[in-house]
């Protein structure tokens, strides 16, 4: 689980959207925070739902979420792990495939940049061939553990992957 880094400053350009119609990508309210969480840590375990409610502790949250109407399709976090980091993110498994998951990280990837940030770090990568062909994310050499060696019940940071 090696991290990787991505230029913000050469993000992809946006192509057309492949999402469905109806699904929505914005950043989550604070009204919205324990159905969030909920949802993530019925999901994805407890580490990443106390990850996601470190997200919903400034304003405006560093959270996006995706949803169709008032079901939640998926979520991607900023700013949690580090400073500059993404993650974690998950998309429902049965929405999986859909464009989702790229539109959350697209979305989390461009609020950084317009928060001043030139480069993101995507932390603990799972599923590294996502990240390379979607924002041409590459592995940052000696990373792993990185900072999460040593972590109390690193099992539940790997829960979604
Ligand atoms: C990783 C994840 C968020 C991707 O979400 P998604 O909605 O399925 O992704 P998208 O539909 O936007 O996929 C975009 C592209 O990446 C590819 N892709 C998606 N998941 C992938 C994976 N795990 N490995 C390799 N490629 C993947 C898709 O095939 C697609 O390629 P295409 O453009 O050629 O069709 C989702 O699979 C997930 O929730 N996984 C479990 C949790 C997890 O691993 N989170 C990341 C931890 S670092």
Known sequence: MADML??????PERGPSRLAPDVRIRRAL?????????WIEERFGAGWAGEAETAFSSTPARIHIAHDRDRILGFACHDVTAL??????????????????????????????????????????????????AVGAVEIAGSTPGIYAGMLFPGDLASGT
């Open 6 to 11: 991505v230029r913000l400053y050469a993000l």
């Open 30 to 38: 604070a009204a919205e925070r324990r159905v969030v969480i909920a």
């Open 84 to 133: 500059g980091f993404f993650g974690p993110t998950g998309v429902e498994a049965a929405m999986r495939g859909k464009g989702i998951g790229e539109a959350l990280l697209i979305e989390s990837l461009l609020s950084m940049r317009a928060a001043g940030y030139a480069y993101a770090i995507i932390g603990g990568v799972g599923p590294a061939t996502f990240y390379a062909r």
